[in-house]
Every structure is written in structure tokens, then in C-alpha cells.
């Protein structure tokens, strides 16, 4: 047959210890009984535990290494399945995006739960349940060393050269299906819009199209063997074609916003693409069979159908969709404040400076406004307003808060451990050197924030106080504010949490609406309003929609942010339970006015563990925020952190190596291969 060519290469693998029994295979097992022995033989007590998998795998390994009938055996085995099961749903179906709306597949998935569809004994996937039957096979499979794995295949000899009619028939059945549902999402509105002076006879798409049926002519007509080779070449080059129009769309989405219908079609492309290669791998009769990318489908497979009906995972993956969506910009604003030069880092210093000044009387009106008799309900809308405003003067000035920054800054880092980079595994030194500079510049924009806060809302009560004759706030309500921010007599911690949670969540609204605003191209559609058109001047429309453009995801952001913590306090009183807000710089602010009032009567011990109170709620403004923001960003870019053991490794390393750099940015911007130079760690990691 030619499906099982024996590898003349492989990496050899250690004798296991004299402990490990070999594993035998039982000569009177055929087809897929014999397979489901042997996985059974591999499959560790636990499921999780890979270690015990991946000691038993290797016994079986050394085994078909020393004894060639084994290694028939499971040749011959798994040929039977090839020959005797229809393939075609394995590579058309399995471990792929469904083109059905989201609700469609929700119910399905929820009837299968209760009653799993049917599988004919024919289907290879029956085959692939029925081999790994197990709920958490998946987990196993995953763990096990990828050298491991593809010194297995290689000795197994999946080098294909296929002369099989009924094995071909079914490679080109898929490989027709494929290339079909290929070419019909390249042509979707999501895809085409990003290229309006499209030239058709070079879209890479179509000449997909016209490279597999120009295979299917050379196969039909039995055309020599090397004019076959040539033309599943050709595929090969179209869809490298194809996927850089797909890394185009994919930078372009950082410009030009995404939508979750877009996301959903570059993916469900690009898995399309990539099974396309594995098939293209088996037809091309070269011998160079890309056993990684084999690998990739083999686990790929596995892991769906043992989750393909699990409805947390199925709302996992469109949440997924949707926080890419949302988060695609915020990683983008989010550069802007991790600083490299000490250049930028006084800029961010001068910028988080002006932030405090705008936050000093935003918290001497808050102050004010409570002086006013008003119903709770209208008392935290004005508070709200009050907000809202202060949080947007600080935009149009483009001065800083410090508390806004890690829902951007989080998401910019997460982007370091992006799958869809062009390399798979991210360079753990350019994050390590990133986290050091998001940290300085955090804790520039705190200080800065701070250093202008407490003194200036101090001078303000007291400027209020020379001009009316009399304090800002009463002794009572002053002792009260600084109980109010004291870490052991009130819920502050708590409250610095949620306060937390709204941060992150106005920095998606902002997000949301900013990547709404581009991929709707609102400001090009402004211009173009009849309305707007004839009643406004030509600079005065390119003002407005120019500022649509740029400052509308923040607005929104910023109102959302100013209702939340205005309106938490009225909630929490109507209800009945412990709900409010502290923001480390309104915090800091409402002491100062309250320290003003009271001078040290209260005593230096309470006035000094208030401001340590202070410092902790801006603390857990940021931890929750960030926590919040990164596995977010994590989430939707469908990044495991589990995968970056070494990640903990690195940074600890880099800090003891240079601690000053994640307070204060060293003379010259710090290089990747400085680093990798003073670590002298392999590259590997």
C-alpha cells in the first residue's frame, strides 16, 4: 500500500528503568481491538497524571524499536482502520469551527449531552472514540513530550505515499470539501471588505480554486506522478498565499476594529488552511511528511471529540471570541503607557502629576455636593456626573490616571504571549523586560498621581475654609471619611475591589465601543451624512468626526466609569448590603480634606494607618483590575498559561539581575540580546 513507509531517522529514546515492565502486545489482537489494548496499556491511572502516561509510552516505544513484529502488528492494525473506515468527516469535521449560528449549536450540544448522536462503525471517528474512550483521554495526550509523540509517528513510519484508490478517493473527497468551504469564506463580506480594489484573477482565494481543480484534472486523466507532485505543490503555495492575506486582516484589526462574525471566519479559515496542508502532506508523494503539523491534527482531533458536546466549553470559546473583540484595542492604548526611555517615563511622571491636580477638585465637588440636601438617588447621580466629568477632563488633557492604566497595560502584555505571533512560542526575555517596564511606569503614574493629590486637596480645604470662615467637612464627618478609608474599621479592602472590577469593566466599554466605531467606519459615514454634509463646513465635519474617531470609546468609557462609582453607594444603601467604592486617588483626597478638618487630634498611629490604608486600596484598585484585564486578554487570544512554565523563571531571574528597572528605566532602553547575554540562557526558553 505505501501508507506506512518505515522513517530512516528517528531520535533515539532511553531504555526505561528496570522497573517499568515492557509493555507486551498480544499477537491475537487485530484492527481496532489491538488499539484499544494499547492505549489502554498507556492510559495512566489518573488522568492527569502524564507523567506515568509518558513512562509507559516510552516502554511501548523502545519496545516496537526492538521488535519488528510488534511494530507490524501496529502497522497492519491501523491500516485496517484506514482501509475499512470512511475518514472524510475526520478531516472535513472534527476539531473545527461549526458554520451554524452560536444558538443553533448551543441546543445541539445540549441534546447530545443527553442523548450522544450516533457514530456508524465505518466513521473513523467511531475509531477515535472507541480507541480513546475515556471522558479526559484528551488531558493525557496533551501532556505527553511532542518529541515524544513524533519520534512515535515517525517510527511508526507515517510517510505517505499513498497508492490505495480507496484511501485516495477519500483524501481528495476532503481535500475537495475543504478547499470548497476555503474559497466561499474567503469571499465572505467580513474578509472582502479589507480589499476594495480587489483584482479577482490574483486573489489568492480563487487561485485556491483553480489549484485544486487543476489537481483533480492531472488525477482524473492519470497523469504522470512528478505533474501530480507539482500541482499539490501549487496548493501549497496558494495557501501560503491565502494565509498571509489572513495575517494582513489579522494586524489590520488593530486599526481598523474586528467583529465577533470576523473572528469567527479568520479562524474557522485558518483551520481550514491547515488541514488542507495535512492533506496536501500525504499527496505530494515527496516523502517529506510534516509530522509536527500531523501531530497538531492528531491531538487537535482527540481533544475535540472528547469535549465536542461539553456546553462550557462551547461558551467558552465564544466568550473567547467576544473578549478578543473587546480587548484588540485595549492592548493597543495600553503601549502607549508602558514607558521604555526615561524620556517617556518623566513625560508619564508630568502626566499622572496632572491627573492628581483635576482628581483634587473633583474630590473637593464631591465634597461639596454632599453638602447639598438631595434624595440618595439624585445624591449619586450628582456625585456620577461629578465623576464622569473629572475622569474626562483628565482624557481631553491628556493627563493620567493611575488606577485606568492596567486595564489597557494588561491586555498590551498579554499580546507578548499571543499564539498568532509569528513564532509559536513567545521570547520570554522581551517579556520580562515588558513586565519591568509596565511596573515602573504603574508606579510613576501612582506617585505622580499621589505626590499632587494629598497636598493640593489639603490647600484647597484649606482655601475654602479662608474664604467661608468655616471647614469644608464637620469633625464628625471628617473622623467618619477617615474611618471610611481606615483598612481595620471598615470595609475599604472590599470596596478597593469592586472598585477594581469597575475599572476593568469601563475599560471594556471603552474598548467595545472604540473597536465598534472603526470597524463600522463611523467617522467615514459621518461625513458622508446628507445631513451633516450640507449643514456643517468641510473643517468643522472633519473636526467632529475626527474627534468621534478618537474620543468616543473613551467618553463612553468614562461616563460608565463615573455611574459606577458614583451609583454604588445608592445601591448599597437601598438594598441593604455592604456595597461602595474607594479609588485610591479620590481616597487620598477625601483624607487630606478630612486630615484638614481634624488636624492630629485623632492621633499619629490612626492618621498614619489610614494612609496605609490609602496605599492598599490603590493596591487592590490595581491587583483586581489587572488580574481581571490579563486573563481577559489571556482568555481571548486562547492562551494558556499553564504551557509558560519558564515564564515565572525568567522574570524572577530578571529582577534579581535588575531590580532597578522595574522602579526607574536604566540610562539606554534594555536590549533582548543584552539580556540573553547576562542570563546566558539557551534560546529555547
Given at each position: 500500500?505505501?501508507?506506512?513507509?518505515?522513517?530512516?531517522?528517528?531520535?533515539?529514546?532511553e531504555?526505561?528503568?528496570?522497573?517499568?515492565?515492557?509493555?507486551?502486545i498480544?499477537?491475537?489482537?487485530?484492527?481496532?481491538?489491538?488499539l484499544v489494548?494499547?492505549?489502554?496499556?498507556?492510559?495512566?491511572?489518573?488522568?492527569?497524571?502524564y507523567?506515568?502516561?509518558?513512562?509507559?509510552?516510552?516502554?511501548?516505544?523502545?519496545?516496537?524499536?526492538?521488535?519488528?513484529?510488534?511494530?507490524f502488528?501496529?502497522?497492519?492494525?491501523?491500516?485496517?482502520?484506514?482501509l475499512?473506515s470512511?475518514f472524510?468527516?475526520?478531516?472535513?469535521?472534527?476539531?473545527?469551527?461549526g458554520?451554524?449560528?452560536?444558538?443553533?449549536?448551543?441546543?445541539t450540544?445540549?441534546?447530545?449531552?443527553?442523548?450522544?448522536?450516533?457514530?456508524?462503525?465505518?466513521?473513523?471517528?467511531?475509531?477515535?472514540n472507541?480507541?480513546?474512550?475515556?471522558?479526559?483521554d484528551?488531558?493525557?495526550?496533551?501532556?505527553?513530550?511532542?518529541?515524544?509523540?513524533?519520534?512515535?509517528?515517525e517510527?511508526?513510519?507515517?510517510?505517505?505515499?499513498?497508492?490505495?484508490?480507496?484511501?485516495?478517493?477519500?483524501?481528495?473527497?476532503?481535500?475537495?470539501?475543504l478547499?470548497?468551504?476555503?474559497?466561499?469564506?474567503?469571499?465572505?463580506?467580513?474578509?472582502?471588505?479589507?480589499?476594495?480594489?480587489?483584482?479577482?484573477?490574483?486573489y489568492?482565494?480563487?487561485l485556491?480554486d483553480?489549484?485544486v481543480?487543476?489537481?483533480?484534472?492531472?488525477?482524473?486523466?492519470?497523469?504522470?506522478?512528478e505533474?501530480?507532485?507539482?500541482?499539490?505543490r501549487?496548493?501549497?503555495?496558494?495557501?501560503?498565499?491565502?494565509?498571509?492575506?489572513i495575517?494582513?486582516?489579522?494586524?489590520?484589526?488593530?486599526?481598523?476594529?474586528?467583529?465577533?462574525?470576523?473572528?469567527?471566519i479568520?479562524?474557522r479559515?485558518?483551520?481550514?488552511?491547515e488541514r488542507?496542508?495535512?492533506?496536501?502532506?500525504?499527496?505530494d508523494?515527496?516523502?517529506n511528511?510534516?509530522?509536527?503539523?500531523?501531530?497538531?491534527?492528531?491531538?487537535?482531533?482527540?481533544?475535540?471529540?472528547?469535549?465536542?458536546?461539553?456546553?462550557?466549553?462551547f461558551?467558552?470559546?465564544?466568550?473567547?471570541?467576544?473578549?478578543?473583540?473587546?480587548?484588540e484595542?485595549?492592548?493597543?492604548?495600553?503601549?502607549?503607557?508602558i514607558?521604555?526611555?526615561?524620556?517617556?517615563?518623566?513625560?508619564?511622571?508630568?502626566?499622572?502629576m496632572?491627573?492628581?491636580?483635576?482628581?483634587?477638585?473633583?474630590?473637593?465637588?464631591?465634597?461639596?455636593?454632599?453638602?447639598?440636601p438631595?434624595?440618595?438617588?439624585?445624591?449619586?447621580?450628582?456625585y456620577?456626573?461629578?465623576?464622569?466629568?473629572?475622569?474626562?477632563?483628565?482624557?481631553?488633557?491628556?493627563?493620567?490616571?493611575?488606577?485606568k492604566q492596567?486595564?489597557?497595560?494588561?491586555?498590551?502584555?498579554?499580546?507578548?504571549l499571543?499564539?498568532?505571533?509569528?513564532?509559536?512560542?513567545?521570547?520570554?526575555?522581551?517579556?520580562?523586560?515588558?513586565?519591568?517596564?509596565?511596573?515602573?511606569?504603574?508606579?510613576?503614574?501612582?506617585?505622580?498621581?499621589?505626590i499632587?493629590?494629598f497636598p493640593?486637596?489639603y490647600?484647597?480645604?484649606?482655601?475654602?475654609?479662608?474664604?467661608t470662615?468655616?471647614?469644608?467637612?464637620?469633625?464628625?464627618a471628617?473622623?467618619?471619611?477617615?474611618?471610611e478609608?481606615?483598612?481595620?474599621?471598615s470595609?475599604?479592602?472590599?470596596?478597593a475591589?469592586?472598585?477594581?472590577?469597575?475599572?476593568?469593566?469601563?475599560?471594556?466599554?471603552?474598548?467595545?465601543?472604540?473597536?465598534?466605531?472603526?470597524?463600522g467606519?463611523?467617522?467615514?459615514?459621518?461625513?458622508?451624512?446628507?445631513?451633516?454634509?450640507?449643514?456643517?463646513?468641510?473643517?468643522?465635519?472633519?473636526?467632529?468626526?475626527?474627534?468621534?474617531?478618537?474620543?468616543?470609546?473613551?467618553?463612553?468609557?468614562?461616563?460608565?466609569?463615573?455611574?459606577?462609582?458614583?451609583?454604588?453607594?445608592?445601591?448599597?444603601?437601598?438594598?441593604?448590603?455592604?456595597?461602595?467604592?474607594?479609588?485610591?486617588?479620590?481616597?487620598?483626597?477625601?483624607?487630606?480634606?478630612?486630615?484638614?478638618?481634624?488636624?492630629?487630634?485623632?492621633?499619629?498611629?490612626?492618621?498614619?494607618?489610614?494612609?496605609?490604608?490609602?496605599?492598599?486600596?490603590?493596591?487592590?484598585?490595581?491587583?483586581?483590575?489587572?488580574?481581571?484585564?490579563?486573563?481577559?486578554?489571556?482568555?481571548?487570544?486562547?492562551?494558556?498559561?499553564?504551557?509558560?512554565?519558564?515564564?515565572?523563571?525568567?522574570?524572577?531571574k530578571?529582577?534579581?539581575?535588575?531590580?532597578?528597572?522595574?522602579?526607574?528605566?536604566?540610562?539606554?532602553?534594555?536590549?533582548?540580546?543584552?539580556?540573553?547575554?547576562?542570563?546566558?540562557?539557551?534560546?529555547?526558553?
Amino acid at each position: 500500500m505505501g501508507l506506512f513507509n518505515r522513517a530512516e531517522k528517528h531520535e533515539e529514546i532511553e531504555k526505561p528503568e528496570a522497573e517499568v515492565p515492557v509493555i507486551k502486545i498480544d499477537s491475537i489482537y487485530h484492527g481496532l481491538e489491538y488499539l484499544v489494548q494499547l492505549v489502554k496499556e498507556i492510559r495512566p491511572v489518573r488522568q492527569k497524571n502524564y507523567k506515568e502516561a509518558e513512562l509507559k509510552f516510552k516502554a511501548l516505544f523502545y519496545q516496537l524499536q526492538n521488535d519488528k513484529k510488534a511494530l507490524f502488528s501496529l502497522r497492519k492494525a491501523l491500516l485496517s482502520q484506514f482501509l475499512n473506515s470512511d475518514f472524510v468527516p475526520a478531516l472535513t469535521q472534527s476539531g473545527m469551527l461549526g458554520s451554524r449560528g452560536v444558538l443553533q449549536e448551543l441546543v445541539t450540544k445540549v441534546k447530545h449531552r443527553i442523548l450522544p448522536p450516533l457514530l456508524e462503525p465505518n466513521n473513523f471517528l467511531y475509531v477515535i472514540n472507541h480507541v480513546f474512550y475515556k471522558k479526559n483521554d484528551n488531558v493525557w495526550v496533551e501532556k505527553i513530550d511532542r518529541k515524544l509523540w513524533i519520534n512515535f509517528f515517525e517510527v511508526l513510519g507515517i510517510q505517505v505515499s499513498v497508492t490505495n484508490k480507496s484511501i485516495l478517493q477519500q483524501l481528495n473527497e476532503s481535500l475537495h470539501i475543504l478547499a470548497q468551504r476555503t474559497v466561499t469564506l474567503g469571499l465572505e463580506r467580513e474578509i472582502m471588505r479589507n480589499y476594495p480594489n480587489l483584482n479577482y484573477q490574483e486573489y489568492p482565494f480563487f487561485l485556491l480554486d483553480q489549484a485544486v481543480q487543476k489537481y483533480f484534472l492531472l488525477y482524473q486523466s492519470n497523469a504522470p506522478r512528478e505533474d501530480i507532485s507539482n500541482a499539490v505543490r501549487q496548493i501549497v503555495d496558494v495557501i501560503k498565499n491565502c494565509k498571509e492575506i489572513i495575517d494582513s486582516i489579522s494586524e489590520l484589526r488593530r486599526k481598523n476594529g474586528t467583529s465577533l462574525s470576523q473572528t469567527y471566519i479568520l479562524i474557522r479559515i485558518e483551520q481550514h488552511l491547515e488541514r488542507i496542508m495535512v492533506i496536501t502532506d500525504v499527496l505530494d508523494s515527496d516523502y517529506n511528511f510534516n509530522t509536527d503539523r500531523f501531530l497538531d491534527y492528531f491531538i487537535r482531533v482527540i481533544t475535540y471529540e472528547k469535549k465536542k458536546n461539553s456546553i462550557r466549553e462551547f461558551l467558552s470559546a465564544n466568550f473567547s471570541f467576544l473578549a478578543f473583540k473587546i480587548t484588540e484595542h485595549g492592548g493597543t492604548r495600553g503601549e502607549k503607557y508602558i514607558t521604555a526611555t526615561r524620556k517617556e517615563y518623566w513625560s508619564m511622571l508630568k502626566s499622572a502629576m496632572g491627573g492628581g491636580f483635576f482628581v483634587s477638585f473633583t474630590a473637593l465637588i464631591k465634597n461639596l455636593i454632599t453638602k447639598v440636601p438631595l434624595p440618595p438617588f439624585w445624591l449619586g447621580f450628582a456625585y456620577s456626573a461629578n465623576y464622569a466629568v473629572g475622569f474626562q477632563v483628565m482624557h481631553e488633557t491628556h493627563t493620567t490616571l493611575a488606577t485606568k492604566q492596567p486595564a489597557f497595560t494588561a491586555s498590551a502584555l498579554a499580546s507578548n504571549l499571543d499564539y498568532f505571533k509569528e513564532y509559536r512560542k513567545p521570547d520570554m526575555y522581551a517579556l520580562a523586560i515588558t513586565i519591568a517596564r509596565t511596573s515602573r511606569s504603574q508606579l510613576a503614574s501612582f506617585f505622580g498621581n499621589l505626590i499632587i493629590v494629598f497636598p493640593l486637596a489639603y490647600g484647597l480645604a484649606a482655601l475654602y475654609h479662608y474664604v467661608t470662615g468655616q471647614y469644608l467637612l464637620d469633625n464628625k464627618a471628617a473622623i467618619h471619611m477617615l474611618e471610611e478609608q481606615h483598612p481595620f474599621l471598615s470595609l475599604s479592602i472590599l470596596y478597593a475591589c469592586f472598585t477594581g472590577f469597575f475599572l476593568f469593566l469601563s475599560g471594556l466599554i471603552a474598548g467595545y465601543v472604540e473597536n465598534g466605531i472603526n470597524y463600522g467606519r463611523v467617522g467615514e459615514r459621518l461625513k458622508n451624512h446628507p445631513v451633516f454634509k450640507n449643514t456643517l463646513r468641510p473643517k468643522k465635519l472633519e473636526k467632529v468626526t475626527r474627534y468621534v474617531e478618537n474620543n468616543m470609546g473613551a467618553l463612553v468609557g468614562n461616563v460608565a466609569l463615573g455611574f459606577f462609582l458614583g451609583m454604588a453607594g445608592f445601591f448599597g444603601h437601598i438594598f441593604g448590603f455592604p456595597f461602595d467604592i474607594r479609588h485610591i486617588t479620590i481616597a487620598s483626597g477625601n483624607s487630606a480634606i478630612a486630615y484638614y478638618t481634624t488636624g492630629n487630634a485623632p492621633g499619629k498611629t490612626f492618621l498614619l494607618t489610614v494612609l496605609a490604608g490609602v496605599l492598599l486600596i490603590g493596591l487592590f484598585n490595581f491587583l483586581v483590575s489587572f488580574a481581571l484585564a490579563f486573563l481577559l486578554a489571556v482568555k481571548s487570544r486562547d492562551i494558556r498559561l499553564r504551557d509558560y512554565p519558564e515564564m515565572a523563571t525568567v522574570v524572577t531571574k530578571f529582577f534579581i539581575k535588575f531590580p532597578l528597572d522595574f522602579f526607574f528605566p536604566p540610562k539606554y532602553p534594555r536590549e533582548i540580546d543584552e539580556v540573553k547575554r547576562k542570563f546566558r540562557f539557551k534560546k529555547s526558553l
